[in-house]
C-alpha cells in the first residue's frame, strides 16, 4: 500500500513536471521569431541546443512515466528496456550540451577537471552517471526478460 503511495504521488510529480515543459517549450516556440531577430549562426545553434535539451528532458519525463505505468502488470518488457536505452540516449546528449555551455561558466565554482577558463563541475559528472545508470539498468531489465522467457519455458 505505502508502494502504491509512493507510485501515485511520483505519478503526480512527473505529470506535473510533464505538463510545465509542455507550456514552457509553447511558450518558448512562440518566441523563437524574437530570438532570430537579428540572424546568426550562434543564435541559431544555441537555439537547436536548447530545444534539443528541453526536447530531451520532455522525452525522459515521459518515458518514465509509462515504465511507471507499465509496472501495474510487468516491469520487465522489452519496451521498457528501450525506453531506458533511448532515455539513456536523451540524458548522454543533455550532459553533452551541459558540459559545452557550462564550461567557460564554471570559473568559480568546485571543478572536478578543468583549467583557469572553466572547467567540468560536479553535476555535469552526475548527470553523466545517471546516463550511465540508464544504459545500466536497460542492461539488467534485458537479463532478466531473458531469464524469466528461460524459466517460462522450462515450467
Known sequence: MITKFFSNILSVFLYFLLSLLGVAGIIFLCMIPMFLYDFSSDKVIALIARILYFS?????????????NSTKYSPFVLENVKRFKVMGCCLLINTIIECINGYNLNTNNIRIFGTDSGGISPLMVISFIFALMCFVIAETFDKAIKIKEDNDLTI
Open 56 to 68: 530531451d528532458y520532455f522525452i525522459v519525463i515521459l518515458f518514465l512515466i509509462f515504465i511507471i
